[in-house]
């Protein structure tokens, strides 16, 4: 079982910045992939971006150029560095993580809202 915690979530402003962090205790070993993904109120979870072990990184197109994952392997931690906030980038953000044999395990999700 991998446990995942996140936090940094809260209230911006538009054009303003936030970190997320998502802690992961448990299993740590089977860890693949790392990732961020959010749902925005009345819509489908959507990727954000996908970190693998060696730094290799996955973006959604919208956010990209914006957002930046990152990942501390000996820490067991995976970032989301989000800047220039839009009021579209609102939404719950869910840290995601893969296991080598494919199982994906979620955290309870963070929420960020971004205001004009």
């Known amino acids: 079982q991998i446990l995942l915690v996140e936090s940094g979530g809260g209230l911006a402003q538009a054009g303003g910045s936030l970190t997320l962090s998502c802690a992961a205790s448990?299993?740590?070993?089977?860890?693949?992939?790392m990732g961020w993904y959010r749902q925005a109120p009345g819509k489908e979870r959507e990727l954000v971006a996908k970190?693998?072990?060696?730094?290799?990184?996955n973006y959604n197109d919208l956010p990209k150029g914006r957002f930046s994952i990152s990942r501390d392997n000996a820490k067991n931690t995976v970032y989301l560095e989000m800047n220039d906030l839009k009021p579209e980038d609102t939404a719950v953000y869910y840290c995601?993580?893969?296991?080598?044999?494919?199982?994906?395990?979620w955290g309870k999700g963070t929420l960020v809202t971004v205001s004009l």
């Open positions: 995601n993580a893969e296991t080598g044999l494919g199982r994906d395990f």
């Open positions: 448990g299993r740590v070993s089977s860890i693949d992939v």
């Open positions: 970190i693998s072990p060696g730094g290799g990184t």
